[in-house]
């Protein structure tokens, strides 16, 4: 089973993280943040993983050291599940409509971390859900998960749409390119490593 338990403690955070990629999609999200808990439940449901988090950060603050907190452990989660990604399909892209916006996100699971996100203009704020925390979300998670991340609004009007369709893009591409094949010898790289 591809499973991985991560914790990690700072000053700022304490964040506990479980993940099996070969989930139905069940997930317990207490981040302490309403909308934040919302994205990682779609995320968790549209890749069909399961996934509980929980953590204790500094909201007094502001959401910004949980969000990205919860995005470095999640990654370092996969990184670890995912192994020496032998026989996985690599990679995964995926168009979610939300009503009015549309969104587009694809993974590489390559080993080599960077990302490219473009959310158009959005809200400042959600609820207590400061909008520039989805890219560091996403770059928290893509540099420790160890992949190639692109994600792009293409349009819409609402900001909870735009984003909801972000992270549901998130979740198909990464369970389409966490899946197994076994017709894929080792990993799929001419290198022979990812």
């Known amino acids: 089973?591809?499973?991985?338990e991560i914790s990690r403690k700072t000053f700022e955070t304490s964040v506990k993280?479980?993940?099996n990629i070969d989930g139905s999609g069940k997930s317990s999200i207490n981040s302490g943040i309403g909308f934040f808990d919302h994205m990682l439940t779609l995320f968790a449901r549209?890749?069909?993983?399961d996934i509980d988090v929980?953590?204790?950060?500094?909201?007094?603050?502001?959401?910004?050291?949980s969000v990205e907190d919860i995005g470095i452990t999640l990654g370092d989660a996969f990184c670890k599940a995912l192994g020496k990604k032998e026989s996985i399909t690599r990679y995964g892209s995926?168009?979610?409509p939300m009503d009015e916006a549309l969104a587009f996100a694809a993974v590489d699971i390559s080993g080599r971390p960077f990302i490219v996100?473009?959310?158009?203009a959005v809200a400042?704020?959600?609820?207590?859900?400061?909008?520039?925390?989805?890219?560091e979300f996403l770059r928290a998670f893509a540099f420790h998960a160890g992949i190639t991340l692109h994600a792009k609004v293409l349009y819409g009007t609402n900001?909870?749409?735009?984003i909801e369709a972000v992270f549901k893009a998130l979740g198909h591409a990464m369970k389409i390119a966490c899946q197994e094949d076994k017709t894929i010898k080792g990993v799929l790289s001419t290198k022979g490593t990812l």
């Open 117 to 120: 996100y473009d959310s158009g």
């Open 46 to 49: 549209h890749g069909s993983f």
């Open 17 to 19: 993280i479980h993940l």
């Open 94 to 96: 995926f168009y979610v």
């Open 159 to 162: 900001s909870h749409h735009k």
């Open 124 to 135: 400042p704020m959600i609820g207590e859900y400061d909008t520039e925390l989805t890219e």
């Open 54 to 65: 929980s953590c204790n950060g500094d909201l007094n603050v502001d959401g910004h050291h």
């Open 1 to 4: 089973m591809r499973k991985a």
